[in-house]
């Protein structure tokens, strides 16, 4: 072999060798793979934030329990008779709901005049319908319609529809009684004096789709 053999050959491994020599230089390597994991480490960011995100935004729509709870409810009353109540049961909004048929003795009774009702005109209400101002609280006379939650810590009283004075003062007329603290409501719901109940029994909005059919939670100025 000629010296000038041996010169191409040796220039010739020089320039093959220093791509391999580049390619292996440690600082190259580090900075791809610093890239490669830079890149990667976004990816992963950028799915686990998407992932997050769904639920946190799900979260912002009510569930269908809490619209079930909220939305109206129709209450069939054709089985009712003057005298009788339907309820309480978790009717709207999940709060107990009274239906009373009051006789025609009721009705006249609830008209009269009495000193010892410390709201007779619901003038302490707040957030009541109006048709919740006359002396029945209610569209029709026979018919009542009240949450029944003690207006004083919650509990549901139950009804009366006569006078029990062997139970009660002689002086109530029959109505709804708290058994946890003794608060006694007339015919139509009213507080009566010197009970632990500061409010009578609220109305809650309501409209007659028919003579025996009442749809809680929508009346005129809901619907």
């Not at 569930?63 to 129709?74: E, F, I, L």
């Not at 008209?111 to 302490?124: F, G, M, Q, V, Y």
């Amino acid at each position: 072999m000629s010296n000038g053999d041996a010169t191409q050959t040796g220039l010739s491994g020089a320039a093959s060798a220093e791509p391999i020599a580049s390619a292996l230089d440690p600082s190259r390597v580090n900075k791809q793979r610093r890239y490669f994991l830079i890149g990667a480490s976004l990816s992963v960011a950028s799915v686990g934030a998407i992932g997050v995100a769904v639920p946190f935004v799900k979260s912002w729509n009510p569930s269908a329990k809490a619209r079930a709870m909220g939305a109206p409810v129709d209450i069939d009353f054709s089985k009712l008779k003057p005298g009788e109540i339907l309820g309480p049961m978790p009717a709207w909004r999940g709060q107990p709901v009274f239906v009373v048929y009051r006789d025609p003795a009721a009705v006249a009774l609830i008209k009269l005049e009495r000193a010892d009702l410390a709201d007779p005109n619901s003038d302490n209400m707040d957030m009541q319908p109006e048709y919740a101002k006359n002396p029945w609280r209610s569209r029709r006379p026979e018919i009542g319609i009240y949450l029944g939650i003690c207006t004083h810590l919650g509990c549901s009283p139950k009804y009366y529809g006569e006078v029990q004075p062997e139970s009660f003062d002689a002086n109530w007329q029959g109505g709804f009684f708290c058994p946890c603290h003794g608060s006694r409501f007339d015919l139509a719901g009213r507080v009566v004096n010197g009970v632990p109940a500061p409010d009578n029994l609220k109305v809650p909005p309501y409209r007659f789709v028919s003579d025996t059919v009442v749809t809680i939670g929508l009346d005129e100025e809901t619907s």
